[in-house]
């Protein structure tokens, strides 16, 4: 009897913590399920076997910094039947993003010893400014339910049942006040995708934003009110510039704010 050829699965890293590969490896009992349907290829972080391309799946964690980065991602594209980035560094540069607000070579001679050993792209970029990308799964870290169904939709021919919705309809689902109406609390859940269960919210903490941008989100109505809650420019840019800085919407409004700091500080340096 023939046995069907199980898809080859490839799990990639690039600058990142590593933390949405380990959000696949607690999947746990989940994992083995789809360790059973799939035939792990390279994931150096659960086995050293590795099994040459090409390969079926592919899930990318991580932005692109380095040339060799940008060199890399394009082979293992090219690898790839189905490529997934997984994570806000992956889809929209994450944390290490903020370097392209920034002065790149100051940061390095302030953190590196010998800064002449480091070379790095002037910004760092997501996957997709690279190479085409056919699902991405966001989140910082990745929802790990969310990783399982996108593998799991694959395999069955079939489109993801991920939502696009905002974090607030989660609060509203677990019964939770909303934190800017009852205690004037700064929150971006109303612009940001669920995926978390409003964990923050939960515990009468804003949303940070870790999922990045919700479908749609009004960004500017947000920043409004913010601005009502005397949250100051600067502060509000800074909201934009987190897990997601890169992010269309995030990234722009973000901007706005930040020029409109920077006004703000200039006309307070000018004698009245």
Known sequence: MHTPRKPKLA?????????????????????????????????PEATRAVVDGPY?????????STGEDAERIQMIRDESNLLITIGACATSGGI???????????????????????????????ISQHVF?????RG???????????LAAHLAGRRPNIPSYSVCVECKRRGTSCVMVAHGTPCMGPVTQAGCGAICP???????????????????????????????????????????????VFRREGSRYAKKAAAGATNEERPQ
């Open 202 to 248: 939960a515990y009468n903490r804003g949303c940070y934003g870790c999922y990045g941008p919700s479908e749609e989100p009004n960004t500017q109505a947000l920043s409004a009110w913010w601005t009502k809650l005397g949250v100051e420019d600067a502060d509000i840019a800074r909201s934009y510039r987190s897990y997601n800085a890169l992010s269309g």
């Open 56 to 64: 079926d799946i592919s899930l990318v964690e991580g932005s692109i």
């Open 140 to 150: 910082c870290p990745i929802n790990k339910y969310h990783l399982v169904e996108v």
């Open 96 to 126: 290490q993003g903020l370097r392209n607000f920034a002065n790149v070579d100051q940061y390095i001679s302030t953190v590196y010893a010998h800064p002449e050993y480091i070379h790095t792209l002037r910004n760092v970029s997501p």
């Open 133 to 137: 990308v056919d699902y991405e799964v």
């Open 11 to 43: 799990v990639w890293k690039f600058a990142s913590c590593d933390g949405c590969q380990l959000s696949l490896l607690d999947c746990e009992d989940e994992l083995l399920a789809v360790a059973n349907t799939v035939s792990i290829a390279y994931f």
